[in-house]
């Protein structure tokens, strides 16, 4: 059984690594043409619709009389509070960025969601990720190496894309954290199915739906890819992190960028005039894998059970 369960939480982590680590390079063709909050009020819609036709199917583990009390009615607004907040920026940071640096610099969320799981949580603060912090710092400098004077520049480009992700990080560590103790309250399904109603009905009066019209058919696919996308890597997320340890499941996460790169390459040798090259010198390709070794160090953290830094309570 516990076989079982390890196996099943590595697939849904995977699966998640696999299209998160696609989502961007998919989006970049679509935020030339139509807007972020656009994009994504479909991506929640198109979800939404999927969850409440096929979620009463289902059986769940927890009454419905748990959706209404008030402690989980007002995680649930912070919940879809910081998951729509974190697609509308990291959709507008793609269109400032390259897909391999909107990832890097979404690495940028699980450090901020461990340090809330200390501040909010009171889990233990262990060295091993106090030093995965510095590593991941200092492999965004690595990476960024050839543009350091442009993230100064925040009016536009890679400065205004740099702005926007770690903006979008720190709402998606408010999400993992609400998400975190929704968990103990709700089956994961149900939760997002909430979360994906409340953003689309949220994002509405912002949405041009007619923007839509003005895509062709390479990027209209590209959408589709993002709507199921919404709905599969969430969603495999979800239950990775109820049945599997949670400092496990961000290990496999932040694998996430690596794939990004590697997509991004393989679809650029298939397709050079729709993917473009990704804008990188061997420094650059070293930071990114400087950045994931920090990002793994923050997370595997509780597993090495090493001794906490001291903190008061």
């Not at 009905?201 to 007619?210: E, I, N, R, V, W």
């Not at 062709?216 to 996308?229: F, P, V």
Request: with cysteine.
């Amino acid at each position: 059984m516990e076989l079982g369960t390890h196996l099943k939480g590595l697939f849904l982590a995977l699966t998640t690594v696999i299209f998160w680590g696609t989502l961007p390079i998919a989006l970049k063709q679509v935020v030339t043409t139509v807007d972020p909050t656009t994009i994504v009020w479909i991506r929640f819609s198109t979800g939404a619709l999927w969850l409440w036709f096929w979620l009463p199917r289902r059986t769940t583990r927890r009454a419905r009389s748990d959706l209404y009390s008030g402690r989980v009615v007002l995680l649930l607004g912070v919940a879809a509070a910081g998951l729509g907040g974190n697609f509308v920026l990291y959709n507008a940071s793609v269109a400032c960025m390259s897909a391999s640096a909107c990832q890097i610099v979404a690495q940028a969320g699980p450090m901020l969601l461990m340090l809330g799981s200390v501040l909010v949580l009171g889990e233990a603060l262990r060295r091993v990720q106090v030093a995965g912090v510095v590593v991941l710092l200092l492999g965004l400098g690595l990476f960024f190496n050839e543009r350091l004077t442009e993230l100064f520049q925040i009016r536009d480009g890679y400065g205004l894309g740099l702005a926007l992700g770690l903006t979008a990080a720190v709402v998606w560590a408010v999400y993992g954290l609400a998400q975190r103790i929704l968990l103990r309250e709700m089956a994961p399904p149900r939760i997002m199915r909430a979360l994906y109603t409340c953003c689309a009905l949220a994002l509405f009066p912002f949405a041009t739906p007619s923007a839509l019209l003005r895509l062709d058919t390479a990027q209209s696919l590209c959408l589709a890819y993002c709507c199921l996308n919404t709905l599969v890597a969430y969603g495999a997320f979800s239950r990775a992190m109820s049945c599997w340890n949670t400092a496990k499941v961000s290990a496999i996460l932040t694998l996430t960028p690596l794939f990004t790169l590697a997509f991004a390459q393989i679809f650029h040798l298939l397709a050079p005039s729709f993917f473009p090259a990704d804008p990188l010198n061997w420094l650059g390709y070293g930071g990114a894998l400087v950045v994931v070794c920090g990002a793994g160090l923050i997370a595997v953290g509780p597993l090495l059970h090493l001794p906490a830094l001291p903190h008061r309570h």
